[in-house]
T-cell receptor
Framework: SAVISQKPSRDICQRGTSLTIQCQVD?????MFWYRQQPGQSLTLIATANQGSEATYESGFVIDKFPISRPNLTFSTLTVSNMSPEDSSIYLC????????FGPGTRLLVL | AQSVAQPEDQVNVAEGNPLTVKCTYS??????LFWYVQYPNRGLQFLLKYITGDNLVKGSYGFEAEFNKSQTSFHLKKPSALVSDSALYFCAVRDDTGFQKLVFGTGTRLLVSP
């Protein structure tokens, strides 16, 4: 299975600022996904990021708040913009090789 | 739309005893079902999946799952629990629109006591 890394692993941010999370995969993959896991809750898909096309956002998530880049087949970024305490979550990227494999997550705390 | 339900927030079992973590699903087509485990401060780890074939699926760390089409269930099982199995377990179903996104259940916390 693909090996996925994320940076940063955790961060504490002030409200109103933005944070960009990086996801790096050790092999080329077509489909990448970004999920959010709010404290004590399950995972919710934010968007699907395919190389060479605009990300596809799920209901309740918008590009202005969560812009995504997918410059090549091994890398993607998710930006959490104009953060508020409600954005405090774990953000996970995943890749699909038939089965989805997940990165270790980025733990974000917004004060 | 696809959905999965995990009716138990927490399952408690003694070490050495068999464990079952329940999952039921609702799909419009063929079910593609998955189990993942999340250890504290770790990402999600893939355990096993059902796509087609045998109803009993074997996965990592001695876990297995039984697919039951008539009961629309995909329960996770292990014959003998270990304290180290204590974690958060998620059942998931893959969307059938072709985009391969996953819909997750609410998760079940497994606590194995010594």
């Amino acid at each position: 299975s693909a090996v996925i890394s994320q940076k940063p692993s955790r961060d504490i941010c002030q409200r109103g600022t933005s944070l960009t999370i990086q996801c790096q995969v050790d092999s080329q993959v077509t489909m990448m996904f970004w999920y959010r896991q709010q404290p004590g809750q399950s995972l919710t898909l934010i968007a699907t990021a395919n190389q060479g096309s605009e990300a596809t956002y799920e209901s309740g998530f918008v590009i202005d708040k969560f812009p995504i880049s997918r410059p090549n087949l091994t890398f993607s970024t998710l930006t959490v913009s104009n953060m508020s305490p409600e954005d405090s979550s774990i953000y996970l990227c995943s890749v699909s090789e038939g089965t989805q494999y997940f990165g270790p997550g980025t733990r974000l705390l917004v004060l | 739309a696809q959905s999965v339900a995990q009716p138990e927030d927490q399952v408690n079992v003694a070490e050495g005893n068999p464990l079952t973590v329940k999952c039921t699903y609702s799909v419009s087509g063929n079910p593609y079902l998955f189990w993942y485990v999340q250890y504290p401060n770790r990402g999600l780890q893939f355990l096993l999946k059902y796509i087609t074939g045998d109803n009993l699926v074997k996965g990592s760390y001695g876990f297995e799952a039984e697919f039951n089409k008539s009961q629309t269930s995909f329960h996770l099982k292990k014959p003998s629990a270990l304290v180290s199995d204590s974690a958060l377990y998620f059942c998931a179903v893959r969307d059938d629109t072709g985009f391969q996104k996953l819909v997750f259940g609410t998760g079940t916390r497994l606590l194995v006591s010594p």
